[in-house]
C-alpha cells in the first residue's frame, strides 16, 4: 500500500535579531561608502545642486504652528476674518461677519512673514521679521528708517 | 539556466536578512527621534519609507522566494506538484491567492518603493548642508543608501524568479515521485490561460516594471501535442500498453470472458485477472482524481464494482490524455506483486 504524502513541516519564521543598541557611526557610514556616493549622484541630479532649503518649510520643529492653514481649526480662522468656504456655502453675508479690532487685526498683520521680509508700521518704519523677539530681549530704537534692536558687544 | 537561478537564490537569501536588519535599524531611529523630528517634513518621508517596509514585511517574501525556488529545482516533487496545480485556481476562488500573485504584488511594491527612498534621502540632504543634527543625518543617509540597492537589487531578482516559474508553468512535464521505493509518474498539463512575464527598464534613476501580457497557443493543438509529450517524456518502458487502448465493447467482452474463466484455477488466468483488477483500479483513480484535485495517490483493491460504469462514463478526450496514467499504476501493481513473491 503506498500512503498518503506526509504533511508539510510547517516552517517557522525565526525572528530577526534585534537591532544594534549602539551604531558606531564612522563605520556605519563606511561600510556603505559606495551605496552612499551613488545615491548623493543620484541626488545631486534631483536636486540640481541646489540644497537650499524651501521657504514655507523653514521653521524650527518646536514652534512650528499651522494653526492658520489647518482647516479644522475654525475658531481661529474666524477670528482672523479668514472667509472659509463652508461659511460661504451657509449663506452668510460679509457685513455680518465679525470684524475684528484694529489692534488685533493690526498685530496679526505685523507678525505675517512676508516674502520682502518687513512690515511697514504705522509711521513708515520697516520692521525686521523678527521684531516680535527682538522686542522681548533687547531695546529697540529706529534708526535709517529701520526697527532695529539696539545690541552691546 | 541551472547556474543563473544558482547565482539568483545565493544572492536573494543573502539579500533578505540585510533587509531585515536595515529595516530594523530604521525603525529604531524612527523611534528615537520620533519627539525631536516629528514634524519635519525630512521625517514625514521617513515615515513613509518605513510604512513600505513594513508592507513587503508583511507580504512575506522568504516563502514566496523558496515557493519558486522548489519549482524551478524540483527536488522536493510533491510539493513541486502542489505548487504548479495551485497555479490552476482562479483568482475567482477564495480568498487566497496563489504564489505568483503575491509575488507579483511584491514585485509591483518593491517597484514603488524606490521613490520615496530617494525623496528621502533628498530631504536628508537638506540637512546635511546645513550640517543640522549631523549623528541623525549621516545614519539615515547610510541606511537609504543601502535600502535602495537591496531594494532594486532584490526587485530584479523576483523579476527574472517570476519569468522563470512561469515559463515553467506554462510548458508540460512529468514529475516523478519516489515513496518507499516505489516510483509514480505524474504528468502535469497546464491551463490555457494568459500568463504573464515581467520586465525592468532602467529610467534616469531608479527601475520601472513592466508587465506584458501573453496568451497561450489553440487548444487543439496543445491537446494534439500533449499526447505525443508525455508518452515521449516518460522514461520508463512498458510491455502491455496495446491491451489497454481498446473499445469499451472489447473490454465488457474480456470481463465476461474471465468471469466465466474464474472457475479455472490456473496460472495464466490469475495474471489475466490481476491485470483486470489493476485496469478497474486506475478507472477509480481517474475519477477521485477528476472530483477531489487532490495529490494523494492511494490503491483500492475493494473498488472493482465502482469502477466499471466510471470507464464507460469517460470520454475519448479523456481517454487520450489519461492514458500514460493507466500504465504509470500498472506498474506499482506488478511491483507490490514482486514484494509479495520475494
Known amino acids: 500500500m503506498v500512503t498518503a504524502g506526509t504533511k508539510k513541516p510547517q516552517v517557522s519564521v525565526p525572528t530577526p535579531p534585534p537591532p544594534p543598541w549602539k551604531i558606531n557611526l564612522q563605520k556605519y557610514a563606511e561600510s556603505r561608502a559606495l551605496e552612499l556616493h551613488s545615491l548623493q549622484s543620484i541626488i545631486e541630479n534631483r536636486v540640481n545642486n541646489d540644497y537650499r532649503s524651501q521657504k514655507n518649510k523653514r521653521r524650527r520643529t518646536i514652534v512650528f504652528d499651522n494653526q492658520i492653514a489647518r482647516k479644522g481649526c475654525r475658531r481661529k480662522r474666524q477670528k482672523l476674518g479668514i472667509i472659509d468656504k463652508a461659511l460661504a456655502k451657509s449663506g452668510l453675508e460679509e457685513n455680518h461677519q465679525k470684524k475684528l479690532p484694529r489692534c488685533v487685526h493690526r498685530r496679526y498683520e505685523l507678525k505675517k512673514n512676508l516674502e520682502n521680509g518687513f512690515c511697514t508700521s504705522r509711521d513708515v518704519t520697516k520692521r525686521l521679521r523678527t521684531h516680535v523677539w527682538h522686542a522681548k530681549w533687547f531695546a529697540m530704537t529706529k534708526l535709517w528708517g529701520y526697527h532695529l534692536p539696539l545690541c552691546l558687544q | ?342
Not at chain 2, 505525443?228 to 489497454?244: A, C, L, R
Open chain 2, 1 to 342: 539556466m541551472g547556474t543563473e537561478f544558482e547565482t539568483i537564490e545565493a544572492r536573494i537569501t543573502s539579500m533578505l536578512p540585510q533587509l531585515q536588519s536595515e529595516c530594523g535599524i530604521l525603525q529604531r531611529m524612527v523611534y528615537k527621534n520620533k519627539n525631536q523630528h516629528r514634524r519635519s517634513s525630512y521625517f514625514q518621508r521617513l515615515l513613509k519609507v518605513r510604512r513600505d517596509l513594513r508592507l513587503l514585511q508583511s507580504a512575506n517574501m522568504e516563502e514566496l522566494v523558496s515557493s519558486c525556488l522548489l519549482v524551478i529545482k524540483g527536488d522536493r516533487p510533491k510539493q513541486k506538484l502542489h505548487l504548479l496545480g495551485s497555479l490552476k485556481r482562479r483568482k475567482c476562488d477564495g480568498d487566497k491567492h496563489n504564489f505568483m500573485e503575491r509575488l507579483l504584488g511584491a514585485a509591483r511594491l518593491l517597484a514603488e518603493m524606490v521613490e520615496p527612498i530617494l525623496k528621502a534621502a533628498s530631504e536628508v540632504s537638506v540637512l546635511f548642508a546645513q550640517s543640522f543634527f549631523m549623528g541623525f543625518s549621516v545614519t539615515i543617509m547610510a541606511l537609504l543608501a543601502r535600502l535602495r540597492v537591496l531594494v532594486q537589487q532584490i526587485l530584479l531578482d523576483v523579476v527574472s524568479l517570476f519569468n522563470m516559474v512561469s515559463s515553467l508553468s506554462i510548458s508540460k512535464q512529468s514529475i516523478k515521485i519516489t515513496h518507499n521505493g516505489i516510483e509514480v509518474f505524474r504528468d502535469f498539463y497546464p491551463v490555457s490561460d494568459d500568463f504573464v512575464t515581467l520586465e525592468c527598464v532602467w529610467k534616469s534613476d531608479k527601475f520601472i516594471l513592466l508587465e506584458r501580457k501573453h496568451k497561450t497557443n489553440d487548444e487543439s493543438h496543445v491537446e494534439d501535442s500533449g499526447g505525443n509529450v508525455s508518452v515521449q517524456t516518460s522514461d520508463v518502458n512498458y510491455n502491455s500498453i496495446e491491451s489497454f487502448l481498446g473499445d469499451d465493447q472489447l473490454f465488457h467482452e474480456r470481463v465476461e470472458a474471465d468471469v466465466v474463466a474464474k472457475e479455472d484455477p490456473n496460472h495464466i488466468d490469475d495474471m489475466n485477472t490481476d491485470l483486470l483488477t489493476g485496469s478497474s483500479q486506475i478507472d477509480d483513480k481517474e475519477t477521485r482524481y477528476s472530483d477531489q484535485d487532490t495529490t494523494k495517490a492511494f490503491i483500492n483493491e475493494s473498488s472493482q464494482e465502482a469502477g466499471l460504469p466510471a470507464s464507460s462514463r469517460s470520454s475519448t478526450n479523456d481517454k487520450l490524455q489519461s492514458c500514460p496514467k493507466k500504465v504509470a499504476f500498472v506498474s506499482i501493481k506488478n511491483l507490490t506483486l514482486m514484494r509479495h513473491k520475494s
